[in-house]
């Protein structure tokens, strides 16, 4: 990496201000031979630290943090602070913006977003383990490998115990089965809370009754 940075001459002017004092809220240091960036905002004590990403290795970042499963394509706004955590080079935002923009998948899967978003809903306090857990699907999302296309997750409202199930399908059927391949490991909770609407849960539970 450091290599890369010292021979990359869009990086230069960052190089050139290492040592110097700091330009508004933003200096420069090397460490371990790496260049990075630090961002300090006006009165607040926390440093956001990076590392300065040679142009060759910048379309390898940008593909990890917007095309990676974990990511999801994500749109420009989310992407972006994925990249700005760990990352950062001179012009990264307009570099963000064009990929989000060029995106193949992008283009061509269909937005999905509601007219009007859902009420807020109150929550109860739940301590009991497993005494009612969240259901949700997550995808569709890039193919996997071995042709998984969605995630069924499922989180214990006492103790936030997390479970995640690559599915290739969402029929209920398909969920159904993996519900209860869950269930049969880790118990059945008392209640199942899903935001997926009551005719899914309906034809899941009528799939329910066929095990």
């Given at each position: ?13 960052w ?43 910048r ?9 990676n ?57 739940v ?10 699907i ?21 103790t ?7 599915l ?6 398909d ?9 049969c ?27």
């Amino acid at each position: 990496m450091g290599s890369r940075q010292k021979v990359d001459p869009t990086l230069k002017d960052w190089f050139n201000r290492v040592g110097v004092p700091p330009v508004g809220e933003v200096y420069f240091t090397i460490t371990e031979g790496r260049l990075l960036r630090h961002y300090q905002r006006a009165g607040s004590d926390i440093i956001n630290t990076t590392i300065a990403v040679p142009e060759s290795l910048r379309h390898l970042v940008l593909q990890c943090a917007h095309d990676n499963c974990l990511s999801g394509h994500s749109g420009f706004k989310i992407t972006l602070s994925n990249v700005q955590a760990y990352f950062s080079w001179p012009g990264l935002s307009n570099d963000v913006c064009c990929y989000s923009r060029s995106c193949h998948v992008c283009q061509v899967r269909p937005r999905v977003c509601s007219d009007r978003p859902a009420p807020f809903q109150p929550v109860t306090l739940v301590e009991i383990p497993f005494k009612r857990v969240i259901i949700d699907i997550v995808g569709p999302l890039p193919v996997s490998q071995n042709r998984y296309e969605y995630i069924l997750t499922l989180v214990d409202l006492s103790t936030r115990w997390a479970e995640g199930v690559p599915l290739r399908h969402i029929t209920a059927k398909d969920v159904a089965q993996s519900l209860f391949d869950l269930f049969c490991r880790l118990g059945f909770p008392c209640e199942i809370q899903s935001d997926r609407g009551q005719q899914f849960m309906s034809q899941i539970l009528r799939e329910f009754s066929t095990h």
